[in-house]
């Protein structure tokens, strides 16, 4: 079946850095992709989203970027703050979603 | 605080037992949705709910019953779940379709003896 992977299971960045969190996917006919943030004991909290006839969009310290042709998609975080550290889903799909595996961001102060 | 309220917060229940989740929303979403999550894992659909109708159902165990009495609100009954059911259920809604955003309650963590 159709899968979404992350490359990178953790990721530690210092405080203010930029963190790049990447998630590729496999199914060419999804056409909406969601980034969550879940912290511990908390559901997954919408973060950005975008549509596949869009490359890039950007919300407030944060841009996700959609490459269809090799089906890729990250997610950049802005001088990251440590209320950013937590785990990091993509979501792919149509009629329903699919979840990455995640990945857990740590801040370093 | 989340918009989408779930009950209860933990639940303990033998494998014998029957008990229900309960999910509510009052943002006059229309599509509600169940999520299991398994520890250090994603979450993985369950049920779809469209204007109060069931519209996917991902092979869940019939031991897992959804219902959707109204608009806001969402159920989940439990009858004889096995230990591998211990898990955290995640309730959504989105506005009426899957391609939007879906608001996410702090889930249910269910515990199976």
């Known amino acids: 079946g159709e899968n979404v992977g992350l490359h990178l299971p953790t990721l530690s960045v210092q405080e203010g850095d930029n963190s790049i969190i990447n998630c590729a996917y496999s199914?060419?006919?999804?056409?909406?992709f969601i980034w969550y943030k879940q912290e511990s004991g908390k559901g997954p909290q919408f973060i950005i989203d975008?549509?596949?006839?869009?490359d890039k969009r950007q919300g407030q310290r944060v841009t996700v970027l959609l490459n269809k042709t090799v089906k890729h998609l990250s997610l950049q975080i802005a001088a990251t703050q440590p209320g950013d550290s937590a785990v990091y889903f993509c979501?792919?799909?149509?009629?329903?979603?699919?979840f990455g595996t995640g990945t857990r961001l740590t801040i370093i102060p | 605080d989340t918009e989408v309220t779930q009950t209860p917060k933990h639940l303990v229940m033998g494998m014998t037992n029957k008990k229900s989740l309960k999910c509510e929303q009052h943002?006059?979403?229309?599509?509600m949705y169940w999520y299991k999550q398994k520890a250090k894992k994603p979450p993985e659909l369950m049920f779809v709910?469209?204007?109060?109708?069931?519209?996917i159902n991902e092979s869940v165990p019939s031991r897992f019953s959804p219902e959707c009495p109204n608009s806001s609100l969402l159920n989940l009954h439990l009858h004889a779940l096995q230990p591998e059911d211990s898990a955290l259920y995640l309730c959504?809604?989105?506005?009426?379709?899957?391609?939007?955003?879906?608001?996410f309650g702090d889930g249910t963590r269910l515990s199976i003896l």
């Open positions: 979501a792919e799909g149509n009629e329903k979603l699919t």
């Open positions: 199914n060419s006919a999804s056409d909406y």
């Open positions: 943002m006059g979403h229309r599509a």
């Open positions: 975008i549509r596949s006839n869009m």
């Open positions: 709910y469209s204007y109060e109708k069931l519209s």
């Open positions: 959504a809604s989105t506005r009426d379709s899957s391609r939007q955003p879906q608001h």
